[in-house]
């Protein structure tokens, strides 16, 4: 008899370990099981999201941008624009991380909100980020 397999998961290890013990179970259940848990997509961090986009638009208005500086003041009103335009898609569509409260769903309805929530969270990773504010030192 093979040894069962824990499932993480808090509560549902015990759940798991009895199921896998019965010998009358078959083995695709479990898998299956495990399978319906996973998420089908990978949110990115809000920061991985300012970051990337940011460099997206750098490359793609061939800025450029040397070792160690401050990335803010390269881009001008048509660049930020661009780049919060992309981050609200990405909420939109659920790629990027957000937790799900009663003020980010009505943030998510309102796309006058979700703009400026972007452009908030644009100045906050610009000015954090080592990456992007140009020094080594965190604060």
Same mark, same amino acid.
């Given at each position: *008899?093979?040894?069962?397999?824990?499932? &993480? =998961?808090?509560?549902?290890?015990?759940?798991?370990?009895?199921?896998?013990?019965?010998? %009358?179970?078959?083995?695709? %259940?479990?898998?299956?099981?495990?399978?319906?848990?996973?998420?089908?997509? &990978?949110?990115?961090?809000?920061?991985?999201?300012?970051?990337?986009?940011? *460099?997206?638009?750098?490359?793609?208005?061939?800025?450029?941008?040397?070792?160690?500086?401050?990335?803010?003041?390269?881009?001008?009103?048509?660049?930020?624009?661009?780049?919060?335009?992309?981050?609200?898609? =990405?909420? &939109?569509?659920?790629?990027?991380?957000?937790?799900?409260?009663?003020?980010?769903?009505?943030?998510?309805? %309102?796309?006058?909100? *979700?703009?400026?929530?972007?452009? =908030?969270?644009?100045?906050?990773?610009?000015?954090? %980020?080592?990456?992007?504010?140009?020094?080594?030192?965190?604060?």
């Amino acid at each position: *008899m093979d040894k069962p397999k824990l499932v &993480q =998961g808090g509560t549902h290890e015990s759940k798991a370990v009895v199921e896998a013990r019965k010998p %009358d179970a078959p083995k695709s %259940d479990s898998k299956t099981q495990v399978k319906a848990t996973k998420p089908e997509t &990978q949110e990115i961090t809000q920061r991985e999201a300012v970051y990337t986009e940011v *460099m997206r638009v750098i490359r793609e208005e061939k800025i450029a941008v040397a070792e160690k500086q401050a990335v803010k003041p390269l881009l001008n009103e048509a660049h930020i624009k661009k780049i919060c335009a992309s981050l609200v898609a =990405g909420f &939109q569509a659920k790629k990027i991380a957000l937790k799900d409260t009663e003020a980010n769903k009505q943030k998510l309805a %309102d796309a006058k909100v *979700m703009e400026l929530y972007c452009l =908030g969270l644009l100045n906050n990773w610009l000015r954090r %980020d080592k990456r992007l504010n140009g020094t080594l030192n965190e604060k």
